[in-house]
């Protein structure tokens, strides 16, 4: 029973091109969550998904930062014309339920380390 | 100053010691989770808890909710528990509940 999966592992983007990150739950989990952990800060929440449906965007940028999670295949978080401040770990984390939008148990995979050069 | 602090930033120990990771919090909560980070930088949950302890082999968690207070204890400390510890709490908000995290403990156990 694999856990969360995320790919890639570490991403080198140059100033002004685009970052794919992805994430496969784990198997029967359909709630799906990001975070960026900036280095030397703590992880902060950016997204909440259900399969197909945006629960709770409130910490995502404004502008340049989607994400999606559809019927099919793992949940997408995508930057567009990334920034050097967009680097950092991106984690995401899935749970088979939630209450209230937060996980009782959270299981996370191993991240991506996004490089913006 | 941040909602969620942790405290040391910090940690050296030999094998063997008893370890304290201490979290305060300053917002109205309804629960609290340890998480392990290890060096590689996958994230493990240890604990969750809104009340009391709770023990898990070498680990305990203590949460003192009146003030808003909790403690990561780790008995007979090893090598193998060199890690960031990161303690987030849950926040409620609009309709959604939300997690705070605190920036970590790192801790480093020596043989």
């Known amino acids: 029973n694999a856990g969360v999966m995320q790919n890639p592992r570490h991403l080198v983007r140059r100033r002004g091109q685009e970052a794919r990150l992805r994430c496969s739950p784990m198997?029967?989990?359909?709630?799906v969550y990001w975070y960026r952990q900036l280095p030397e800060e703590g992880l902060k929440f950016m997204v909440y998904l259900q399969k197909e449906n945006i629960i709770d965007e409130s910490g995502m940028p404004k502008e340049r930062f989607s994400a999606e999670f559809p019927k099919e295949g793992p949940s997408i978080l995508r930057i567009q014309q990334v920034v050097r401040g967009d680097s950092a770990a991106y984690f995401c984390?899935?749970?088979?339920?939630?209450?209230?939008?937060?996980?009782?148990?959270?299981?996370f995979g191993s991240g991506t380390q996004l490089s913006v050069l | 100053k941040n909602e969620v602090e942790q405290s040391p930033q910090n940690l050296t120990a030999q094998e063997g010691e008893f370890i304290t990771i201490n979290c305060s919090y300053s917002?109205?909560?309804?629960?609290l989770h340890w998480l392990q980070q290890h060096p590689g930088g996958g994230i493990v949950s240890l604990f969750m808890l809104s009340s009391g302890k709770k023990k898990h082999g070498r680990l305990i968690a203590t949460i003192n909710i009146q003030e808003k207070h909790s403690s990561l204890h780790i008995t007979a400390s090893h090598p193998r528990d060199s890690a960031v510890y990161i303690c987030a709490v849950r926040r409620r908000s609009y309709n959604t509940d939300k997690l705070i995290f605190g920036t970590g403990t790192r801790l480093q156990v020596f043989p």
């Open positions: 917002v109205g909560i309804s629960a």
């Open positions: 984390a899935s749970s088979p339920q939630s209450f209230r939008g937060v996980p009782e148990k959270l299981f």
């Open positions: 198997k029967g989990h359909s709630h």
